[in-house]
C-alpha cells in the first residue's frame, strides 16, 4: 500500500523502486529494525552504524538519526554485517555481507561517498551466518565466512573484482556461530578464529598457502557464540563468548628463545600455555596462547563480545582494554582490568529490567568508547550514551526503530503530521518528526507502539485523529482511541499545541494510558484514579485476588525526546474502546471514508459468501450494511475523495463500484447500492487486482494487478439525471504494462504544475513482497 499525504509518500519498498528523477524524490526516514541474528550489526570507525534488514544492508548515521543508504544486492534476509577496518582506524572504505541466498557481498565506497557491489563470492551451499574480513598485502582484502553448510571459506578480493576461495574447511555435521580475522604480532600472517557448537575455538593459521589448524581452546562448556580479537602492545587478546553465560579472553604473544628456556623454570607460577609454531618463506615463528581471565556477570547465554576500537594517541596507534558483551538476560556490560591490581571487573553494566522480551544478540561501540549499542531478538537497536555532566552514568539515547517483519499496511493522520503502520510482527507503529530545539532538522522516529497483539496484524485505517482500527489474522475488529499521556507527549516532541490537541481530543474522558493483561489480547484503559498511590493500611486490605496481583503495568511518561524501547513496549499503548464481530475468517483490509463516519471491512475468502463487504457505522459501530458482490477475497478498498462513492478490487480479478444512496426518513445512516463492476468474462486483468486508488477530484480510479498491468478508468462522475442507468466506466488511457506484479498503486493528491496527475505504483515480485522496512519520500520540485 502507498498512502499519500501532501509532499509525502510512504512506501514498503526500497528507493531503487522508484522510476522517477534524483531531483524530485528526496527520501525523508527509512523506519527500519535488524534482523534476528547475532552478527548483523557493525559499527565503523567512521560514525556510521551498518546493519542487515531484511535483504538489504542499512547504514545509518547515529549522530543525524537517520539512515544514509540502503544496500541492494541480496535476494535473502542479510545475517551478517562487518565493515573491513584499516589499520590505522581511518573511515572504512569497505563492507562485506552474508546472507540466506548463499552468497557474500563486498561493498566498495565510492569517492562521493556512496557504496556499490565490488565482488561477489558464490561458494557456499548454505545461508552464510558470520563473516570477517581484513586487509592484507597490496590492498587486497582477506574474506572469511561461515554458514550452515559447515563450512569456513577463506577468500581472497582484489582490485580486479574477482574473488578466488582459497580455503574450504568442512566441520562435518559441527556448525561454526562466528569467525575473526587478524594479522600474527609482528608478521603479515593472518590467522582466523572460529567458534563452534562443539564448545570450542579453533584456531587456524594462513602460512605458505596453507591454511594450519594451530590448536583448538577447549574452556566453554557449551556452544560458542562469539569470538573476536584485540591487538594490544605486540600481543593479541581474543574474547569468546558461551551459551554457558561466560566470556573467557585467552592471550596470544609471540615466543623468542629466552621465553622458552625460561618453560623449564618450575619456580615460577603462571597460566599453562598452548604453543604452535608458524613457518613462512622459510622462516619459523613460535606463538604462545594462554587463558587471561574468565568473566562471570551474565545469567544467560551471552550472544556478542566487542572490543573497544583502537584510537590514535601521541602519533601512536593505542588499544584500550575495554570489552562489551551481550547477553539473553538483556543486559551488556563493560569489562576492563582493574588498575593496579590487573584483575577483570565490571565496570557498567547497562539493559532492560522486567517486560516479556527477550534479550540481545549483539554489541558494538562507537570509535571514542562514548556510545555502546545493542540489539535485541526482535531487532530493535538499544543505545547508551556516556553521559557528560555524570562521571560513570550511561542514559539511554534516541535510534532508529521499526518493524522485524513484513509491513502489511499504513495509514496517514488526518493532518499529515504523522503515520501508523501494522505488520506480521503483531505490532502496530506511529511515527511522527521530532523537531528538537538545538537543531533545525527534523527527524522521523517511532513515538508509540498502541498495539502490541498476539496474531499478525494485517490492516488499519485512521478514524479520526488520535482514533484508529484495526485487523489482524482474526475475526475481530478493534478500535482504539489516544490516551492523554500519548498526546500530551505528541505535542511536546512534535511541537504542536498541547492545548489544542487536547480540546480536539475531549481531554475530559480519555484514561491515562493502557495495559495488557498478561493472558489478555486487548488493551484496557488506565485512568487517573488507577494511578494514585495507596496508602499502607488500603495496601494491606484486598478485596479480591486481582487487587492483590496488579496487571496495569503503565506509567505516565512526560517525553521530550522520543521514547527507548522498553517504554514503547510499556507505556505507550492506546486503550481498546471497541470490538467489532461480523466477519468469518481472517481480516484482510480496511478502509474510511473522508468524513470519518463509515468504515469498510473485508475478510479472506474463498467462497462468495464470505467475500461480502461490510460497512459500519463510526458513531454508534453498528453493522450497517452488508456489500455482496465479489467471490474471492477482496483485496484493498477505497472511498473517493468526496465519500460518495466506495471502490473495491477482489482476487476475483474483477472491481467493484458502490454508490452511497440519498439519505431518506425511514434510512438517515448512509447506505450503498451497486454502481458498475466487471465480469470476470469481460475483465481486462487476468490475474489478481492487488491495489487501487481514486484521483484527487474523484473521476478517475486505477487498478493494478499481478498481471503486470496498471489501469485508468473511468469517468467516474454521478449525474443527477439518471442514477439507474449504469455509467459506462472504461479505460481512459492506454494500459500501462510495468514489467512485473505492480502490487500497489497510488495517485499524488496534488496536481503538477501543468495539471496533470501524478501515478505512482510499485513493482515487486511475489518473492520480495514481504519488505519489513518503511521508507518515507518527499516529493520536492514535482509539487511545485
Given at each position: 500500500m502507498i498512502p499519500f499525504s501532501p509532499g509525502h509518500i510512504y512506501s514498503n519498498s526500497t528507493t531503487s523502486a522508484f522510476k522517477m528523477a534524483a531531483a524530485v524524490i528526496e527520501t525523508c526516514h527509512v523506519a527500519c529494525c535488524a534482523n534476528r541474528t547475532p552478527n548483523v550489526v557493525s559499527w565503523g570507525r567512521g560514525g556510521t552504524i551498518a546493519y542487515g534488514t531484511c535483504n538489504s544492508v542499512a547504514l545509518y548515521d547515529p549522530e543525524e538519526r537517520r539512515v544514509v543508504a540502503l544496500l541492494n544486492g541480496h535476494t535473502g534476509r542479510v545475517?551478517?554485517?562487518?565493515?573491513?577496518?584499516?589499520?590505522?582506524?581511518?573511515?572504512?572504505?569497505?563492507?562485506?555481507?552474508?546472507?540466506?541466498?548463499?552468497?557474500l557481498i563486498l561493498w566498495e565506497a565510492q569517492q562521493d561517498g556512496k557504496f556499490i557491489q565490488s565482488v561477489e563470492c558464490k561458494g557456499h551451499t548454505g545461508p552464510i551466518c558470520a563473516a570477517d574480513a581484513i586487509y592484507v598485502e597490496d590492498s587486497k582484502i582477506l574474506v572469511a565466512s561461515s554458514a550452515s553448510d559447515s563450512t569456513v571459506k577463506l577468500w581472497l578480493c582484489c582490485d580486479a573484482k574477482e574473488a578466488e576461495c582459497l580455503h574450504n574447511v568442512s566441520f562435518g555435521s559441527g556448525f561454526m556461530m562466528d569467525v575473526s580475522l587478524v594479522l600474527l604480532p609482528g608478521s603479515r600472517v593472518p590467522i582466523l578464529a572460529c567458534g563452534g557448537d562443539d564448545s570450542r575455538v579453533h584456531l587456524y593459521v594462513q602460512a605458505n598457502g596453507q591454511l594450519q589448524r594451530a590448536m583448538s581452546l577447549q574452556g566453554h562448556e557449551d556452544w560458542v557464540r562469539g569470538v573476536e580479537w584485540a591487538s594490544a602492545g605486540g600481543e593479541l587478546l581474543l574474547a569468546s563468548c558461551s551459551q554457558d553465560s561466560l566470556i573467557r579472553v585467552w592471550r596470544l604473544c609471540a615466543k623468542s628463545g629466552t621465553d622458552t628456556h625460561a618453560e623449564d623454570n618450575h619456580s615460577i607460577i603462571k597460566m599453562k600455555e598452548d604453543i604452535f609454531e608458524v613457518k613462512e618463506r622459510?622462516?619459523?615463528?613460535?606463538?604462545?596462547?594462554?587463558?587471561?581471565?574468565?568473566?562471570?556477570?551474565?545469567?544467560?547465554?551471552?550472544y556478542g563480545v566487542h572490543w573497544q576500537p583502537p584510537f590514535y594517541q601521541g602519533g601512536e596507534l593505542q588499544q584500550r582494554l575495554c570489552l562489551l558483551s551481550a547477553s539473553m538476560d538483556k543486559t551488556m556490560i563493560l569489562w576492563a582490568p582493574e588498575e593496579g591490581s590487573g584483575v577483570w571487573i565490571e565496570k557498567v553494566r547497562v539493559?532492560?529490567?522486567?517486560g516479556n522480551t527477550l534479550g540481545f544478540y549483539?554489541?558494538?561501540?562507537?570509535?571514542?568508547?562514548?556510545?555502546?549499542?545493542?540489539?535485541?531478538?526482535?531487532?530493535?537497536?538499544?543505545l547508551w550514551c556516556k553521559d557528560l555532566d555524570k562521571e560513570g552514568e550511561w542514559r539511554p539515547g534516541v535510534v532508529i526503530?521499526?518493524?522485524?517483519?513484513?509491513?502489511?499496511?499504513?495509514?496517514?493522520?488526518?493532518?499529515?503530521?504523522?503515520?501508523?503502520?501494522?505488520?506480521?510482527?503483531?505490532?502496530?507503529?506511529?511515527?511522527?518528526?521530532?523537531?528538537?530545539?538545538e537543531s533545525k532538522k527534523v527527524t522521523w522516529h517511532e513515538i508509540s507502539r498502541p498495539q502490541i497483539h498476539g496474531y499478525?496484524?494485517?490492516?488499519?485505517?485512521?478514524?479520526?485523529?488520535?482514533?484508529?482500527?484495526?485487523g489482524a489474522d482474526e475475526k475481530v475488529l478493534r478500535v482504539f482511541q489516544a490516551p492523554?499521556?500519548?498526546?500530551?507527549?505528541?505535542?511536546?516532541?512534535?511541537g504542536t499545541s498541547k492545548e489544542t490537541l487536547l480540546t480536539s481530543s475531549d481531554s475530559a474522558s480519555l484514561p491515562e494510558g493502557a495495559s495488557t493483561p498478561a493472558l489478555g489480547l486487548s488493551n484496557k484503559a488506565v485512568f487517573q484514579g488507577d494511578l494514585v498511590p495507596k496508602n499502607k493500611e488500603e495496601e494491606e486490605q484486598f478485596n479480591s485476588v486481582s487487587d492483590q496481583y496488579q496487571e496495569s503495568y503503565f506509567h505516565p511518561l512526560n517525553l521530550t525526546e522520543p521514547p527507548p524501547e522498553d517504554h514503547l513496549l510499556q507505556n505507550t499503548l492506546w486503550p481498546e474502546v471497541q470490538k467489532l464481530y461480523g466477519h468469518g475468517f481472517e481480516m484482510f483490509c480496511l478502509a474510511s471514508d473522508s468524513s470519518r463516519t463509515v468504515v469498510a471491512s473485508a475478510c479472506k475468502a474463498s467462497k462468495a459468501e464470505h467475500a461480502a463487504v461490510l460497512l459500519w457505522s463510526t458513531t454508534t459501530w453498528r453493522q450497517l450494511q452488508v456489500l455482496p458482490c465479489h467471490t474471492l477475497t477482496v483485496t484493498q478498498m477505497a472511498f473517493s475523495p468526496d465519500a460518495q462513492l466506495l471502490l473495491a478490487v477482489s482476487r476475483d480479478r474483477t472491481w467493484s463500484l458502490w454508490r452511497r444512496n440519498l439519505p431518506t426518513p425511514e434510512s438517515p445512516e448512509p447506505l450503498f447500492s451497486l454502481y458498475a463492476h466487471t465480469e470476470k468474462d469481460t475483465a481486462i486483468h487476468s490475474r489478481i487486482i492487488?491495489?487501487?486508488?481514486?484521483?484527487?477530484d474523484g473521476k478517475f480510479f486505477v487498478t493494478s494487478s499481478r498481471d503486470k498491468k496498471v489501469i485508468v478508468w473511468g469517468p467516474c462522475s454521478l449525474a443527477s439525471g439518471d442514477p439507474v442507468l449504469p455509467p459506462e466506466i472504461k479505460p481512459c488511457s492506454s494500459i500501462l504494462d510495468v514489467g512485473d506484479s505492480a502490487t500497489a498503486v497510488a495517485f499524488c493528491p496534488v496536481l503538477c504544475s501543468n495539471d496533470r496527475f501524478v501515478l505512482h505504483d510499485l513493482q515487486l515480485p511475489s518473492y520480495r513482497l514481504a519488505r519489513s522496512y518503511i521508507c518515507l519520500q518527499y516529493f520536492g520540485s514535482l509539487l511545485q
Open positions: 545475517n551478517a554485517v562487518q565493515w573491513v577496518h584499516r589499520e590505522d582506524s581511518a573511515p572504512e572504505g569497505h563492507l562485506v555481507s552474508g546472507a540466506s541466498d548463499n552468497r622459510d622462516k619459523s615463528s613460535v606463538f604462545a596462547v594462554s587463558l587471561e581471565t574468565v568473566l562471570a556477570g551474565h545469567e544467560n547465554w551471552v539493559g532492560e529490567v522486567g549483539g554489541c558494538q561501540m562507537s570509535a571514542d568508547g562514548s556510545m555502546i549499542l545493542a540489539h535485541a531478538f526482535h531487532g530493535a537497536l538499544h526503530s521499526g518493524h522485524f517483519n513484513a509491513v502489511q499496511d499504513l495509514s496517514w493522520d488526518p493532518e499529515g503530521e504523522f503515520i501508523l503502520s501494522v505488520g506480521s510482527d503483531q505490532t502496530t507503529r506511529l511515527f511522527t518528526p521530532w523537531r528538537t530545539q499478525d496484524m494485517q490492516c488499519l485505517a485512521m478514524i479520526g485523529r488520535f482514533q484508529f482500527v484495526s492523554r499521556n500519548f498526546v500530551e507527549n505528541f505535542a511536546n516532541i512534535s492487488w491495489s487501487c486508488d481514486w484521483s484527487p
